[in-house]
């Protein structure tokens, strides 16, 4: 609901639904959290050209919700607790068709934090001073729509975040930090240590958790008046990317060496703007293409491989920046 206007959508209205969620135990990256539903739209209310539609009602940001249930033999239905999100850009009109998409509250922030300074400071201000420079609404308690765990407050550092998006900056704290990032089923951004700060208290020892089959847990003390440096937990070196997406087409005339004519080319998992991003390349990047390629909204992506940075990667690049 944005603008005092809530659409609901049925069954009878959705074509398809697509969800990811992938969570690095240690945030040696950003999690993936996204969504996109097409659903039929005859009478064009999501054309941009429609004065009547609603399309100027849909916008960037705005809070989706999707739950789905279980009919039972009686008629009623049992629903799950629904999955919360909000949109990455205005939905896309095409063949009496409108396609949704939309990401985790992580996923929407990418306005740029500038404000860290050097000096000693502990991770939970840093992730507090991050969350609160985004300038995120409440959530429906009247909250703030995140949960930083206490721990941090005991991991100190002087080192000051880069000039980057916030969600970026909340990346590297979390690694550093060896945190989970992740929104939940309510879209609450989490920043949880990926071991449980249980604490004797609990009746736990390290001996007795591990018997259980989990990891153990690590306390803090709060009298600690000495900085505690975290450890850095360096991510393996990756050698080799490659997309997930698959080529549709194969043309032998498409074949051969590219060069990147734009100043900075966005390398993605799958054809389309919409897909992540692997890598950007600079201008005059020369990639390989060995005929494959897939054609969306009348581009041409080709499927292509270079080396960038002793990295080989393996993705989708649009034809509109590259020449033969």
């Given at each position: ?57 849909v916008d960037k940001n705005s809070p989706v919700s999707i739950q789905f249930g279980y009919e039972l033999p009686n008629g009623k239905v049992e629903w799950l607790k629904p999955d919360k999100y909000v949109l ?9 068709q409108a396609t949704f998409s939309g990401t985790g509250l992580i996923g929407s922030l990418s306005g740029t934090f500038y404000k860290s300074k050097l000096g000693s400071k502990n991770f939970y201000d840093m ?140 390398v993605r998992d799958a054809a389309g703007v919409e897909n992540e991003v692997l890598v950007a390349i600079p201008k005059g990047t020369v990639v390989q293409n060995y005929g494959y390629y897939t054609v969306v ?28």
């Amino acid at each position: 609901m944005l603008y005092g206007v809530e659409k609901t959508f049925l069954n009878s209205d959705i074509v398809s639904t697509r969800q990811t969620h992938n969570v690095d135990p240690l945030s040696r990256r950003l999690p993936q959290e996204t969504m996109q539903f097409v659903i039929l739209d005859y009478e064009h209310n999501y054309e941009p050209d429609n004065p009547s539609g609603i399309y100027q009602y849909v916008d960037k940001n705005s809070p989706v919700s999707i739950q789905f249930g279980y009919e039972l033999p009686n008629g009623k239905v049992e629903w799950l607790k629904p999955d919360k999100y909000v949109l990455n850009s205005k939905p896309k009109a095409s063949k009496n068709q409108a396609t949704f998409s939309g990401t985790g509250l992580i996923g929407s922030l990418s306005g740029t934090f500038y404000k860290s300074k050097l000096g000693s400071k502990n991770f939970y201000d840093m992730a507090e001073e991050v969350l609160l420079d985004a300038g995120l609404t409440l959530s429906e308690q009247g909250t703030n729509p995140w949960v930083i765990d206490e721990s941090l407050t005991q991991m100190f550092t002087t080192a000051a975040l880069p000039i980057d998006t916030h969600m970026n900056c909340l990346q590297l704290i979390a690694h550093a930090c060896r945190c989970r990032l992740f929104t939940d089923d309510d879209n609450i951004i989490h920043i949880i240590t990926a071991v449980g700060n249980i604490g004797r208290k609990a009746g736990y020892d390290t001996r007795t958790w591990k018997k259980h089959g989990h990891l153990p847990y690590v306390t803090y003390d709060t009298a600690v008046t000495a900085p505690v440096q975290p450890e850095i937990v360096k991510p393996e070196a990756v050698t080799s990317v490659k997309a997930t997406g698959v080529a549709k087409s194969f043309n032998k005339s498409v074949a051969g060496k590219y060069t990147v004519t734009a100043t900075s080319l966005n390398v993605r998992d799958a054809a389309g703007v919409e897909n992540e991003v692997l890598v950007a390349i600079p201008k005059g990047t020369v990639v390989q293409n060995y005929g494959y390629y897939t054609v969306v909204d009348g581009v041409k992506w080709l499927y292509v491989q270079f080396t960038y940075k002793r990295v080989t990667y393996i993705g989708f690049c649009s034809s509109t920046y590259l020449k033969k």
